[in-house]
């Protein structure tokens, strides 16, 4: 049975994090003061001690990093409006005052006639009747967002699928644990702790500016900690790897319904799902990846040439020839 998902009739903005104006020295400093308060990164219990990391990077983050969101939003604001608008407030009460509200009246409603001519200009039947009708049921008012409950059913039933044969789910075990055992060229083995230059590495291919999981870590924080906590996270990771275990939120996503372009919006099978990764949980993978790449590169033939690194149909079509 689907899960049931209540539907918010009003849900408050999210207050976003503006890096511009973040104290990164600061907040460098504070992470690295909350080392010593964090266990060590070899521990046993890997779900309390990313608890207490995730804890003491959003506390330095909310000392640092301001945070906030436009209350009031006023449609067809522009600077001229803005103009109008601050001369209106300054104008003493009288006929002066009365002249600066007509021209702002006047001047947001020609902009709202300019917006609404745009867009029925934009409408175009000669092609296709999916964007003008679209267009036409977004003035007229029929067509809206449909319901949270059966967008998450459709979601459902589109990833449903049947339970995995049990013993093609040991064999694929097996293989797994005799895979950990094999040694890579350099003689290191595929569940031995992660080197610092594999975590650098990683930290080059973090992106900023990507979305948080459901442990609420950006990128931003991540690239922007101190050394100390840098190495206290790098030996948490390896711990992961050792004792093949990882955070319980790690292995869940947050999941996104976005609309398809060119689709209904009113109907449920118009949304795709997007699955957010918790970001540590991201930098593990390209560190996993490092490992096995050395090992499962030379076992692929010659012929596969998709999603190999400094490899292209190029060197497909040179074969064939």
């Known amino acids: 049975m689907p899960p049931r998902f209540k539907v918010p009739a009003h849900s408050d903005l999210v207050k976003h994090w503006n890096f511009r104006k973040a104290g990164w020295k600061r907040f460098c400093l504070l992470t690295d003061e909350s080392v010593d308060r964090l266990p060590p ?22 000392q640092c990093i301001p945070r906030g969101r436009r209350k009031d939003y006023v449609p067809c604001w522009d600077k001229e409006w803005k103009t109008l608008h601050r001369s209106f407030i300054r104008t003493p009460v009288g006929t002066h005052a009365d002249r ?20 029925v200009s934009s409408i175009d039947f000669s092609h296709s009747s999916c964007q003008a009708w679209r267009t036409i049921n977004k ?19 589109n990833g449903a699928h049947r339970t995995g044969d049990r013993e093609s789910t040991r064999l694929v075990n097996k293989q797994l644990s005799d895979l950990l055992k094999i040694p890579t060229l350099e003689g290191h083995s595929i569940s031995e702790p992660f080197r610092p230059k ?18 609420s870590i950006l990128p931003e924080f991540i690239l922007h900690v101190g050394s100390a906590v840098k190495s206290w996270f790098f030996g948490l990771l390896s711990s992961c790897m ?60 010659q012929e596969q040439a998709g999603f190999r690194h ?11 020839t």
């Open 139 to 157: 003035l007229t008012g029929k067509s809206g967002p449909v319901s949270a409950n059966s967008i998450s059913s459709q979601l459902v039933k």
């Open 242 to 301: 050792c004792q093949l275990n990882i955070p319980k939120i790690w292995r869940r996503a947050l999941v996104v319904a976005i609309p398809k372009p060119e689709k209904p919006l009113g109907d449920p099978k118009s949304y795709c799902p997007i699955s957010l990764l918790c970001v540590p949980f991201k930098i593990l993978e390209r560190l996993m990846y490092a490992h096995v790449e050395t090992i499962i590169d030379p076992l692929l033939p």
């Open 100 to 119: 600066a509200a007509s021209s702002l009246l006047s001047r947001l409603q020609q902009k709202k006639q300019e917006r609404w001519e745009e867009a």
């Open 198 to 215: 594999e975590f650098a590495a990683a930290l080059r291919c973090l992106k900023p500016g990507k979305s948080p999981g459901l442990d």
């Open 310 to 320: 400094g490899r292209s149909t190029v060197d497909q079509v040179t074969l064939l």
């Open 41 to 62: 990164p070899d521990t046993l219990n890997i779900e309390r001690a990313y608890q207490d990391f995730c804890k003491s990077l959003l506390s330095a983050a909310k």
